[in-house]
């Protein structure tokens, strides 16, 4: 290892994984759907409820740990937190969970997403003209800048950045419509997903209709989704002695810069580069050791298309402003040299707020996946500020 | 109510961002300045992140600016707002930058770089907010 320290290379794994159906309406609250991912997610770790002592969500995240702690039936808490940043965050809970099981602050720690995007009282995609200047500690508190003037959605937000990336390097909204059609392949054979049996061309990308012209398609944008995600993570000492192969988390890291916010990202310099995924991905691979070349399979959050290709730069796979030529020439699909968002991401499985790209990264480590990358050792997770690279090595 | 009432909601005012919104309502186009160093600074904040100064001058902007960049938003729709919304980050000659609209423009002129320059428009509540029209005729 060189450069800066990082989080202790492989200290905790990913022992468990559980998620509920994600759907349009899961018809229950976000308290009973947390609990049903997280039981699942203890038995597929094969461990006990009582034997979890932390626990780990977004700041957003509406389950009290109190009614959760008392409905799943844990025993004693001795670590809890709650990760900034909104999607951004997402990988966080990653971070957080392997910081307090290698420094011995907690044994088993579980984390977790629930979400009704879709059926509940709000949706991310509608138009809402009354933030509250602290956004739920979200890190878009430039909400409050927006919204007098009529930028009330995340897309609205991403797309000037988006915007001002298509003019630096003269993309154009097809480049961003064949990473959909990738994405909407995988999709199309995961039963799982939104995009299930329904994959699309690039002419059908470019007929939807604009959400924010000239960068956002309909079919660019993620599919507001009811569902819950939870992991089981743990020393990986003890994660040696249960059931399925421990998937270690080699690192996990944040990256959040001056002037930096997450969707509302408008006061950085340069807009047309993600600088804060720069840094990620010099926490991930120079300062942690790993090498781009040793990645198996990506997964990397795309709550809209621009950003994957946005992230695919920053994270280093490819030159500033060449995302569209890798993807034109067919690098993220299972043949190519990054299988990437082979769930069908959040745009074609469906948008657990980014947490089923772990989901996938663990399945896909452990061979389980439903467009499985041959011999997948490797995984880089990126949710543009924060990240990690799972392996089985 | 007349036809053309104003409908944009007012900004969400705060102890921290009063000092741009309250200079608004005025028609005023207003950053802070550092009294220790005199960087400029949007949004505003309490603290100078080169100096950390808490010492603060109001500066008054002259509103011309260029535009960074821009998004034409056509979906969800808000009531109170015409659509297409042209959003627009504006780079102002002093040297911050500013979220915004685009008035007095048709989707199809805009332009990265094109020069633009505030003007004030009422909110339902009846203060005033800075958006911007293009400097040249088009």
Not at chain 1, 47 to 67: H, K, L, Q, R, W
Not at chain 1, 304 to 322: A, K, R, T
Request: hydrophobic residues 40%.
């Amino acid at each position: 290892m060189k450069g800066r320290r990082t989080l202790a290379r492989g200290a905790a794994s990913i022992v468990g994984v559980g998620c509920t159906e994600f759907s349009r309406r899961a018809g229950r609250t976000e308290l009973q759907l947390a609990c049903e991912s997280i039981t699942a997610a203890l038995d597929d770790a094969g461990i006990a409820a009582a034997d979890v002592n932390g626990i780990v969500s977004y700041t957003v995240d509406p389950v009290e740990e109190t009614e959760l702690v008392r409905s799943v039936g844990l025993e004693e808490i001795n670590f809890s937190a709650r990760i900034p940043y909104g999607g951004g965050g997402s990988v966080g809970v990653l971070q957080h969970a392997a910081a307090a099981v290698a420094s011995g602050t907690a044994e088993v720690v579980v984390a977790y997403r629930a979400i009704r995007a879709r059926s509940g009282a709000t949706r991310f995609g509608s138009a809402k003209t009354a933030p509250s200047p602290t956004s739920g500690h979200s890190g878009t508190t430039a909400m409050q800048w927006c919204m007098p003037f009529g930028v009330l959605t995340p897309a609205s937000w991403m797309a000037l950045n988006s915007v001002r990336y298509m003019h630096e390097f003269g993309v154009e909204s097809a480049d961003f419509g064949r990473a959909v059609v990738q994405l909407r392949e995988y999709a199309a054979s995961n039963p799982a997903a939104w995009g299930f049996q329904n994959p699309i061309t690039l002419d059908e990308h470019q007929e939807s209709r604009w959400i924010v012209e000239p960068c956002i398609h309909l079919l660019d944008c993620c599919q507001e989704t009811d569902g819950s995600v939870a992991l089981v993570i743990t020393g990986s000492q003890r994660a040696a002695d249960l059931p399925h192969t421990p998937v270690r988390i080699g690192t996990a890291s944040t990256a959040g810069l001056f002037e930096q916010e997450i969707a509302s990202d408008h006061y950085r310099p340069d807009l047309s580069v993600m600088d804060g995924t720069v840094a990620l991905g010099r926490r991930l691979f120079e300062d942690a050791g790993f090498s781009r070349d040793d990645i198996d399979v990506a997964l990397i959050y795309d709550a809209f298309s621009p950003i994957l290709l946005m992230q695919l730069e920053g994270l280093g796979f490819c030159g500033f402003g060449e995302a569209k030529d890798f993807i034109a020439d067919g690098n993220l699909a299972l043949d190519g040299s990054l299988p990437t968002n082979t769930n069908g991401g959040l745009i074609g499985e469906g948008y657990i707020h980014g947490l089923n790209l772990v989901l996938e990264a663990v399945r896909q480590l452990r061979g389980t996946a439903v467009n499985q990358v041959a011999e997948a050792r490797t995984a880089v997770i990126s949710a543009s500020r924060t990240g990690a690279i799972l392996t089985l090595d | 109510m007349a036809a053309d009432a104003p409908t944009r909601p007012s900004p969400t005012v705060t102890d921290d961002s009063a000092v741009f919104w309250d200079a608004a309502a005025e028609s005023r186009l207003v950053a802070q300045r550092c009294a220790g160093c005199g960087r400029l600074r949007h949004p505003p904040r309490p603290m100078c992140p080169a100096c950390s100064s808490l010492e603060v001058e109001i500066a008054e902007l002259s509103g011309q600016g260029t535009l960074y960049s821009y998004a034409i938003l056509h979906h969800p729709q808000h009531p109170a707002f015409e659509y297409p919304v042209i959003a627009a980050l504006v780079d102002l000659e002093e040297g911050v930058r500013l979220l915004s609209s685009l008035t007095d423009v048709s989707k199809d002129d805009v332009r990265i770089g094109m020069p633009v320059y505030a003007h004030f428009v009422p909110t339902a509540d009846g203060p005033l907010i800075p958006v911007f029209r293009p400097s040249e005729d088009l």
